[in-house]
Every structure is written in structure tokens, then in C-alpha cells.
């Protein structure tokens, strides 16, 4: 009976050995952080606000438990501040928490108080995400889009909201087939985590978008900032998924509000008014492509190749099988919940192979592809979005156009199939 002991004995042993490393390393990384930014030589520190700079050594202390360094950091930093007010207030509770303890068992209304000030929340999300953020780019991390595939002429930019992170990334691209990141910013998402249900139950839709139109002057109320700009939701996927509501936007701060806490809007975006201001003028109707997910992956090349490869092989050999007439092969590439318009996939099946049995011949040729990843897994497996423009000829009918196709597969070892197709208007 006693080796089982033992070895839960011996477990508890490297987990503790385990949880002691991770918090060594937490507080090395803090001090770190700490150390540049009271220098000031990194690129990074050199050009941030004296504010931004101090709220985040104070949080740096806070994560290390020095909240009388905190306090001394904050009392330079300006007033009327939400965000200093908070940390002020955090760095007090952990003080009071240790004298509570130092009390020890005075009394047991004495050891409840202590327990539930111990336990109190104040809300540091932004604090939090704002010195993550940081972090991230002192060690140049979040670099190169996983989900960012294939960006065609036709994308101006792509605008990447990780609301695990709740940060908001924008990419464009570099002109020798890269991608350039032009902003990094905190934003605050919709006040209940999730992907987006129903109308009206506070959650920010995933997905992948488009920003469609600008609101401004008369259009805006004062409560949502300078400028928003609404993007295509719900878009073909959601509605496949019977998905609901509308008016998801990114738009700024009420006017008189300087910060806000991660989880806040109705399940819009929003970003602080002078970054926003900033950030409309990359904004490009239709152009600018939304992804919206939770922990987006970066800098890893080989996945990144061998998914695009993946969707160009199976993109490739639907053409191929196409232009075959063969049109068991052809329609083996749609998903069984396959919808285009008004037609299920019996539907499609049903009008394909009417249509391709009066021809003698068909061709088919694709040019200006833009393939996106979509982060979020969906009740069909991996999702990614394609779009091309088509030209489309045969022996007794020619067409051109932009086409988009939704595809899923369940997984790596599953081929790629056509969830939607659809025809876009020029």
C-alpha cells in the first residue's frame, strides 16, 4: 500500500516544483519589463506617453506584489485618470490584505473580512492586456498571421480583433509579398465572452468580415465616438447557422470617457477616440477585411504553407474536375450542408448536372485569389474563406465575375469541401 503513496507523494513533489519555475519565471519576466521601462532606451518605451509608461511600471509592480511601488509610481501620474485610480485602489487592497493577515485570528469577523477582501475583483483588464501587450512586443511577438493566407490585390488591409487578448492587430501588406503590422491596440469587446448567438445577448460575432460602410456627424451619437465603421454581420456563414441581430461596429469612446474596462459594448468593437481617428484612414470600404477570434496564432511558417497549400490543391482540383464534365467528381467537392442562394446541395446537384449536360466543353480560369483562415472553429470543423475572380467559358455560355467560396473540412486528414458559393456583385 505504500508505493501509491509514494508516487502521489512524488507527484505533488514536481507539480510544486513545477508551479515554483513558472512563478520564478513570471517574476523575471516582470522585472525584466520593469527594468525597461524605468530605462527608457527601447524603441518600444521611447515612444510611449509618460502616462501609458507609468501605469504600466505600476502594474508591473502589482504583478510582482510591490503595490508601495506602485503607489509611489502612480503619484506622478496625472489625475482624473480611471485606470490610475484603479491601480491605486489595487495596490491598497494588497496592502491591506497583508496587515489583515498580520492581525491574524484577532477575531473571526476579522478573518471573514480578511477572506473576502482577498477575494475582491477590481477590474484590471485593461491594465492587464495594456502590459501583455507590451510584453509582446518587447519580445516581437504576434509577428506574421497564421490566419492571413493569401492576401489578393484587392485587400487593402486586414484589421485582426482577439478578444482573448483584446487587442486589435492591422495588417497590411509589405509589397514584396509579406505583411506589415501598422497598429497594435488595446480594444474592448462585447460584455459577454462568446461568439455571437442572437440579437442582443452582448456578445462580439467570430468570424471573418468586411467593413462596409462609415458613420459620422449626424449619423453617430456622441456615445460611440468620432467615427464607426459597421461591418457585413451576419454575413452567408452565420446565416447558415441561423445566427441573429445586426449593427456590429467598430466606433470609439462616449466623449467624455477615457477609459474602459475589456468586456463593455454591446458586442461591438471599440478603441479610444484618438487611435480611432488614427486608424479610419486605413479603413477602406469592402476592402478592409475583419477577422474576429480568441488567441490568434503567429509565426508559424509551416503551418501557414501547408494550409494555403492545402486550399489551393482543393480549389484546384474542383476546376479541374469542372472543366472535366464529369460531374460526379465535380460535385464530390461540396459539403453535405452545402447552400448556394436558395439551393441545398439535392438542389445544386440536381441544376449542375442539367446544365453541364448540354455542353461539349467547359473552361474555367481563376486569377486575384485571397484566402483567409478562419480562427474559430465551427459546428463543420476548420473554415477558410476564398475569393477570386472567375472567367468561365463554354460551348454554349460565357461569364465573368468575383466568386466567394466558404470551405470546411473536419479535420487535417479530410479533404476541403464547399460549404457556400456564391457570386459576388462588382
Given at each position: 500500500m505504500?508505493?501509491?503513496?509514494?508516487?502521489?507523494?512524488?507527484?505533488?513533489?514536481?507539480?510544486?516544483?513545477l508551479?515554483?519555475?513558472?512563478?520564478?519565471?513570471?517574476?523575471?519576466?516582470?522585472?525584466?519589463?520593469?527594468?525597461?521601462l524605468?530605462?527608457?532606451?527601447?524603441?518600444?518605451?521611447?515612444?510611449?506617453?509618460?502616462?501609458?509608461?507609468?501605469?504600466?511600471?505600476?502594474?508591473a509592480?502589482l504583478?510582482?506584489?510591490?503595490?508601495?511601488?506602485?503607489?509611489?509610481?502612480?503619484?506622478?501620474?496625472k489625475?482624473?485618470?480611471?485606470?490610475?485610480?484603479?491601480?491605486q485602489?489595487?495596490?491598497?487592497?494588497?496592502q491591506?490584505?497583508?496587515?489583515?493577515?498580520?492581525?491574524g485570528?484577532?477575531?473571526?469577523?476579522?478573518?471573514?473580512?480578511?477572506?473576502?477582501?482577498?477575494?475582491?475583483?477590481?477590474?484590471?483588464?485593461?491594465?492587464?492586456?495594456?502590459l501583455?501587450?507590451?510584453?509582446?512586443?518587447?519580445?516581437q511577438?504576434?509577428g506574421?498571421?497564421v490566419?492571413?493566407?493569401?492576401?489578393?490585390?484587392?485587400?487593402a488591409n486586414?484589421f485582426?480583433?482577439?478578444?482573448?487578448?483584446?487587442?486589435?492587430?492591422?495588417?497590411?501588406?509589405d509589397?514584396?509579398?509579406?505583411l506589415?503590422?501598422?497598429?497594435?491596440?488595446?480594444?474592448?469587446?462585447g460584455?459577454?465572452?462568446?461568439d455571437?448567438?442572437?440579437?442582443?445577448d452582448?456578445k462580439?460575432p467570430?468570424?471573418?468580415y468586411?467593413?462596409?460602410?462609415k458613420?459620422?456627424g449626424?449619423?453617430?451619437?456622441?456615445?460611440?465616438?468620432p467615427?464607426?465603421?459597421?461591418?457585413d454581420?451576419?454575413?452567408e456563414?452565420?446565416q447558415?447557422?441561423?445566427?441573429?441581430?445586426?449593427?456590429?461596429w467598430?466606433?470609439?469612446y462616449?466623449?467624455?470617457v477615457?477609459?474602459?474596462p475589456?468586456?463593455?459594448?454591446?458586442?461591438c468593437?471599440?478603441?479610444?477616440?484618438?487611435?480611432?481617428?488614427?486608424?479610419?484612414?486605413?479603413?477602406k470600404?469592402?476592402?478592409s477585411?475583419?477577422?474576429?477570434g480568441e488567441?490568434f496564432?503567429?509565426d508559424?511558417?509551416?503551418?501557414?504553407?501547408?494550409?494555403l497549400?492545402?486550399?489551393?490543391k482543393?480549389?484546384?482540383?474542383?476546376?479541374?474536375d469542372w472543366?472535366s464534365l464529369?460531374?460526379?467528381?465535380?460535385?464530390?467537392?461540396?459539403?453535405?450542408?452545402?447552400?448556394?442562394?436558395?439551393?441545398d446541395?439535392a438542389a445544386w446537384?440536381?441544376y449542375?448536372r442539367?446544365?453541364n449536360?448540354?455542353?461539349?466543353?467547359?473552361e474555367?480560369?481563376?486569377?486575384n485569389?485571397?484566402?483567409m483562415?478562419?480562427p474559430?472553429?465551427w459546428?463543420?470543423g476548420?473554415?477558410?474563406?476564398?475569393?477570386?475572380?472567375?472567367q468561365?467559358r463554354?460551348?454554349?455560355y460565357?461569364?465573368?465575375?468575383?466568386?466567394?467560396?466558404y470551405?470546411?473540412r473536419?479535420s487535417?486528414?479530410?479533404?476541403?469541401?464547399?460549404l457556400?458559393?456564391?457570386?459576388?456583385?462588382?
Amino acid at each position: 500500500m505504500k508505493k501509491p503513496c509514494n508516487i502521489m507523494r512524488a507527484s505533488f513533489v514536481v507539480l510544486l516544483l513545477l508551479l515554483m519555475s513558472a512563478q520564478a519565471f513570471a517574476d523575471e519576466q516582470m522585472n525584466y519589463v520593469s527594468q525597461v521601462l524605468k530605462d527608457g532606451n527601447h524603441e518600444v518605451v521611447r515612444s510611449m506617453h509618460a502616462q501609458e509608461r507609468t501605469i504600466l511600471r505600476a502594474t508591473a509592480a502589482l504583478k510582482s506584489d510591490r503595490p508601495g511601488q506602485a503607489l509611489a509610481l502612480l503619484a506622478s501620474a496625472k489625475e482624473q485618470d480611471p485606470l490610475v485610480a484603479l491601480l491605486q485602489a489595487e495596490a491598497h487592497r494588497i496592502q491591506a490584505v497583508d496587515a489583515m493577515k498580520q492581525a491574524g485570528s484577532y477575531s473571526d469577523d476579522t478573518n471573514k473580512q480578511g477572506q473576502l477582501l482577498a477575494s475582491a475583483d477590481l477590474g484590471l483588464g485593461e491594465a492587464n492586456a495594456r502590459l501583455y501587450s507590451f510584453i509582446d512586443k518587447l519580445n516581437q511577438d504576434a509577428g506574421d498571421p497564421v490566419d492571413i493566407l493569401l492576401p489578393g490585390t484587392g485587400v487593402a488591409n486586414v484589421f485582426m480583433f482577439d478578444k482573448a487578448r483584446n487587442r486589435m492587430f492591422l495588417y497590411e501588406s509589405d509589397g514584396n509579398g509579406g505583411l506589415r503590422k501598422i497598429a497594435d491596440e488595446y480594444v474592448v469587446t462585447g460584455s459577454e465572452q462568446g461568439d455571437k448567438k442572437v440579437q442582443g445577448d452582448g456578445k462580439t460575432p467570430n468570424g471573418i468580415y468586411r467593413f462596409i460602410s462609415k458613420l459620422d456627424g449626424h449619423e453617430l451619437a456622441p456615445r460611440y465616438g468620432p467615427v464607426a465603421f459597421p461591418i457585413d454581420y451576419p454575413n452567408e456563414l452565420d446565416q447558415l447557422h441561423n445566427k441573429t441581430g445586426n449593427g456590429i461596429w467598430l466606433h470609439g469612446y462616449p466623449l467624455d470617457v477615457l477609459r474602459r474596462p475589456p468586456q463593455d459594448t454591446r458586442g461591438c468593437f471599440s478603441i479610444s477616440n484618438n487611435r480611432l481617428v488614427e486608424v479610419a484612414n486605413h479603413v477602406k470600404l469592402k476592402r478592409s477585411w475583419v477577422i474576429v477570434g480568441e488567441n490568434f496564432e503567429f509565426d508559424q511558417q509551416d503551418k501557414k504553407r501547408a494550409l494555403l497549400e492545402s486550399v489551393r490543391k482543393a480549389i484546384e482540383t474542383w476546376r479541374s474536375d469542372w472543366t472535366s464534365l464529369n460531374s460526379t467528381s465535380y460535385l464530390s467537392h461540396y459539403h453535405a450542408k452545402f447552400r448556394s442562394g436558395e439551393r441545398d446541395l439535392a438542389a445544386w446537384k440536381h441544376y449542375k448536372r442539367r446544365v453541364n449536360a448540354n455542353k461539349s466543353f467547359i473552361e474555367v480560369r481563376f486569377d486575384n485569389m485571397t484566402v483567409m483562415h478562419d480562427p474559430n472553429r465551427w459546428s463543420e470543423g476548420e473554415m477558410v474563406v476564398a475569393e477570386f475572380d472567375q472567367q468561365y467559358r463554354s460551348s454554349n455560355y460565357a461569364d465573368q465575375g468575383r466568386k466567394r467560396l466558404y470551405l470546411a473540412r473536419d479535420s487535417e486528414s479530410q479533404p476541403w469541401k464547399i460549404l457556400l458559393e456564391e457570386t459576388l456583385n462588382q
